[in-house]
């Protein structure tokens, strides 16, 4: 079946650091595959996306390429703000008789320090 | 755009007693609506999914009759845990997707923290 792993955390950085968070996934076919990040308090937000093997999907400075050969989505980000200190998931959407569907990762969570 | 809100955002009970949470598209009309269970430290569990004027399809091991989902309108689903009892404290978490049934993006509700005493 299909299935995501993602790095377990917290994963401390001091700002301004590089992040790296591992995603690998298992699935049947060619999904799409899906950064989401949420904050203290609130719902989860769609961070980035990549549909097909080799794009790359970027917002707000993170960044994932999708890489079918190592059957991973690896995020990451340049330069880390104590605002980004949150829990990222990752996910695969697979397509069913009622439509995509997400499989999630545990999710990782980031805390950035002054 | 693109908000889902869900109400309560905490509810304890005692066990025996049915609870409901709502889930809200308030910007957009949500043709699908998805029901998740995240355990502390685990990834969100699908539980169901919800069409709009039609019946829930629940994923396997989701028991139907304890988790009932009515989605009545194009903005509002429902899940009502009924019976609960201590095993059932989680958080659910609702989603909803815009538009057409192969649309990957789901818009999240902030979750619901269910505590059964």
């Known amino acids: 079946g299909n299935s995501v792993t993602q790095m377990e955390g917290p994963v401390t950085l001091s700002e301004e650091a590089f992040l790296t968070i591992n995603c690998t996934y298992t699935?049947?076919?060619?999904?799409?595959l899906f950064w989401y990040v949420q904050y203290p308090g609130e719902g989860l937000q769609l961070l980035l996306k990549?549909?097909?093997?080799?794009d790359k999907g970027s917002n707000k400075g993170f960044e994932a390429t999708y890489r079918k050969e190592t059957t991973s989505f690896h995020l990451e980000k340049g330069s880390v703000q104590v605002s980004d200190s949150a829990v990222y998931f990752c996910?695969?959407?697979?397509?069913?008789?009622?439509?995509?569907?997400?499989?999630f990762g545990t999710g990782t969570q980031l805390k950035v320090e002054l | 755009g693109a908000v889902v809100s869900q109400h309560p955002s905490r509810v304890i009970c005692k066990s025996g007693t049915s609870v409901k949470i709502e889930c809200r598209s308030l910007?957009?009309?949500?043709?699908?609506m998805f029901w998740y269970r995240q355990f502390p430290k685990q990834s969100l569990m699908l539980m169901a999914t919800?069409?709009?004027?039609?019946?829930?399809?629940?994923e396997q091991g989701v028991e139907k009759d304890k988790f009932l989902i009515n989605h009545a309108s194009l903005t509002l689903s429902t899940l009502t845990v009924t019976s609960a009892h201590p095993e059932d404290s989680s958080f659910y978490i609702c989603?909803?997707?815009?538009?057409?049934?192969?649309?990957?993006?789901?818009?999240f509700g902030p979750g619901t923290r269910l505590t059964v005493l």
């Open positions: 989603s909803a997707r815009e538009g057409q049934r192969n649309t990957d993006t789901q818009y």
């Open positions: 919800s069409n709009e004027g039609s019946k829930a399809t629940y």
């Open positions: 996910a695969l959407s697979w397509v069913t008789g009622g439509g995509n569907k997400l499989t």
């Open positions: 699935a049947t076919g060619y999904p799409s």
């Open positions: 910007d957009f009309q949500a043709t699908t």
């Open positions: 990549a549909t097909k093997a080799d």
